[in-house]
């Protein structure tokens, strides 16, 4: 059992972690106030090979591993949770398209994902099923062409932002089975965007409903096959997990050195704060909880890298509890802080805003909490 990062795996975490600092962090405020990500970010990120990270080589992907991409994932929120879990979107479809998709729309579309002039986004949720996503109802009926579209996707990260979107839509019978993976350009006749939503965090990502009014797209935008598109729709999200875990840990991590240094300076009853043996203790907590939280969660992407039968089941347990911890130390962080911390000068009221989506998203934890239970009931 070797529990070190290779060279090379250091290197990326450094390479992302100096990307981040340099070209997200000293804008992450700006670009939260402004509510949007300046689109000519993401061609420099792709330039790097973010943009398909597990992409395969010989696709013209990085060809990176679920570890090495939590290493990136980690490495950019230490800059902005909310900058690097956008890009945790875009490298699940690329993924979904890379695996699944035929020759022909690979051609066509993955030059652009790869260099990241086109950003993706997942569209799964509906206004009535989140959870219980295998009851989506959008339908794509089809057409001599292809099909037309119909229905609306809920809480869509980069709706009306991206420039393509890999959809669920139901092509069949009720039920997972009769769901299926389309690709739909913006610009599309028929595909309009829900009004902005205004979020506790993760501002700075455009969030918004994408409807279907009689959309029309040809057959060649059918990803894989008719009546796979939950399958595929899950496997993206083992990945995907492990990858908003990340964003979590790395989060936590910055909250933590900078409240390392702020209790050296801050003094209280004529000494630094960082004397107090009680607030002493609590730093000691939070880095045993979120050392703990970065081995299980690297164990985690080892399984799903090795696909260990129980991977599945470790992602969601590192979800979990990577999730909850960073949320945990991050809050801690803000008390630390006192009143400070409750001010965006400080940086760290942002990362408790940013986090806190991470307990809803990619399944939310009791979500999390259903496929651990399954597992262990089933294997009794
Ligand atoms: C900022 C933001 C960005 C998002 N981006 C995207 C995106 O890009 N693409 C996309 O497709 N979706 C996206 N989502 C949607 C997200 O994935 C859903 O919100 C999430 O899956 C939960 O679904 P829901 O909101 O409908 O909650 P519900 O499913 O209605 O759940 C409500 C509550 O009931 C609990 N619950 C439900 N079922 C069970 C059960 N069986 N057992 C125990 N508890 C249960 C839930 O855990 C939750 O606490 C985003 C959401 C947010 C907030």
């Known amino acids: 059992m070797d529990f070190a990062l290779t060279e090379e795996q250091v290197s990326i975490f450094d390479m992302a972690y100096a990307f981040g600092q340099d070209q997200i ?43 090495d991409a939590t ?19 875009h490298n699940m479809c690329a993924k979904m398209i890379d695996t699944f998709a035929d ?4 051609a066509r579309v993955m030059p652009g994902v790869l260099s990241m002039n086109t950003v993706l986004s997942y569209c799964l949720t509906e206004p009535g099923s989140g959870s219980d996503a295998a009851a989506l109802r959008t339908r794509a009926e089809r057409t001599n062409e292809g099909y037309v579209l119909n ?33 739909v350009e913006d610009g599309t006749e028929g595909l309009s965007f829900g009004g902005l939503e205004d979020k506790m965090g993760w501002r700075s990502q455009p969030t918004a409903q994408v409807q279907f009014d009689n959309c029309n797209i040809s057959s060649g935008s059918l990803i894989g096959e008719e009546g796979q598109g939950f399958k595929y729709a899950m496997m993206g999200l083992d990945g995907g997990r492990l990858n908003i875990a990340a964003c979590s840990l790395g989060a936590a991590q910055t ?44 164990q985690a992407a080892w399984k799903l890298d090795t696909q260990q039968p129980d991977a599945t089941k470790f992602c969601a347990m590192a ?17 630390l802080h ?25 399944g939310t934890n009791e979500i999390m909490r259903v496929i651990v239970a399954r597992d262990m009931l089933k294997n009794r």
């Open 319 to 335: 979800k979990k509890f990577v999730t909850e911890t960073g949320s945990k130390v991050v809050d801690q962080c803000l008390q």
């Open 103 to 106: 020759d022909d729309l690979k």
């Open 25 to 67: 962090a000293p804008h992450a405020r700006t670009w939260e106030a402004e509510g949007t990500i300046p689109k000519d970010l993401w061609p420099e990120v792709g330039a790097l090979g973010f943009a398909s990270l597990y992409v395969s080589e010989d696709a013209g992907g990085a060809g990176l591993s679920r570890l």
């Open 151 to 183: 229905g609306t996707k809920a809480f869509i990260s980069g709706g009306g932002y991206s420039d393509a979107y890999v959809c669920m839509v139901r092509t069949g019978e009720d039920g997972p089975k009769g769901v299926s993976t389309v690709y």
């Open 255 to 298: 909250a933590i050195n900078s409240t390392l240094a702020y209790m050296g300076e801050r003094k209280a009853f004529g000494q630094p704060i960082d004397q107090f043996q009680g607030l002493q203790w609590r730093l000691a907590d939070m880095e045993i909880e979120l050392q703990a939280a970065r081995t299980f969660l690297r």
């Open 71 to 89: 290493l990136v994932f980690e490495a950019l929120s230490m800059a902005c949770p909310s900058v690097a879990a956008f890009l945790s979107i």
């Open 338 to 362: 006192g009143g400070y911390g409750y001010l965006a000068d400080y940086g760290i009221e942002k990362l408790v805003r940013d986090l806190r989506v991470h307990q809803i998203l990619e």
